[in-house]
């Protein structure tokens, strides 16, 4: 890990454009004209590394989604097989809060570089930001991490190609592809962390408030999920409604990122991504029936969790 970051910083810190351009991998991030989000480019093909899973077909999910298929996305890895599977690989979408496991992913990274972890104050935003989606808190841990520029570098350097970070970071875009390829690396491993530091991200996910583990955290009771999830309503599109993590338990192991927008409301965007988190666990697995983490007894309802204090939705601009 080391010698990555410090090839990282020789182009930051010491402003030497050709050394990080050696050490960087050879990506390139498009610009929002180049690759616009949405279904007029839902046609693109996923990424050349995602093979096909026998376990899917667009025929199926589009017959399962219904009505507005082409305004989602799903990238799915089945651990167990290597497979991955995208679904409607062209679209990019706003990120709302998922993009708060990129700004910590950046953060730990560049302390751990600097031979030591988070702060104690650090770790208290930190759990803020992913358990709580606390706004305010990833305000402070993003312009502490070095803000758009440092985050982006992270993202490229993930190989994460279709992710435009944001000064705003809520409204920073990506896809589905991107959100699952980190997934991936936090569960499996890269150079860019060490195992301590993505076994603490993914704890953090792993006890996100009840409320907020919908989406990829849709699985029965007793499963193993690691989940942050993001909404936002944003002109045009409407209710932006995503989720990424991963999951484990009852012979499944898989990462998960689910991207959506034009949700005509916030319970209709949460139901969506439900849908598409149970259709993922039944293709994956042999166990019948879903019983969700987010359900709750009949004729009771809980609070709505996007009115929590802390959770509000992100302001414009966030910087």
Known sequence: MGAWWACRRAGVVGGVVAAAMACAPAVAVPSASAVPPGPENASAAPAASDRKSPSFSDRDVARMLGKGADDVSFSVRDRRTGETYTYNGG?????????????????????????????????????????????????????????????????????????????????????????????????????????????????????????????????????????KNGWLPLEPHGWRINSIGSVKGDGRDYTLAILSYDNGSMESGVTRARKVSEYVWKTLGSSADVASEGATPSGTRPTPFWIRRGAALPPHPIV
Not at 118 to 140: F, G, H, V, W
Not at 180 to 186: E, I, T
Not at 199 to 213: F, K, S, W
């Open 91 to 227: 679209f990019q979408n706003t990120t709302a809060s998922i993009v708060k496991v990129l700004v910590l992913t950046t953060i730990v990274g560049e302390r751990r570089e600097d031979g030591r972890g988070l702060s104690s104050k650090q770790r208290a935003l930190a759990e803020r930001m992913i358990r709580y989606s606390d706004n305010d808190a990833t305000t402070s841990l993003f312009s502490q991490a070095g803000g758009r520029a440092a985050v982006q570098r992270t993202a490229d350097d993930l190989g994460m190609t279709r992710t435009k970070v944001k000064g705003a970071w809520g409204t920073t875009t990506t896809s589905a592809a991107d959100q699952r390829l980190l997934m991936d690396k936090l569960v499996d491993g890269t150079p860019h962390l060490e195992k301590r530091d993505r076994a603490y991200i993914l704890e953090l996910m792993g006890r996100v408030t009840p409320e907020q583990r919908w989406g990829v955290g849709s699985v029965p009771k007793g499963t193993s999920v690691a989940v």
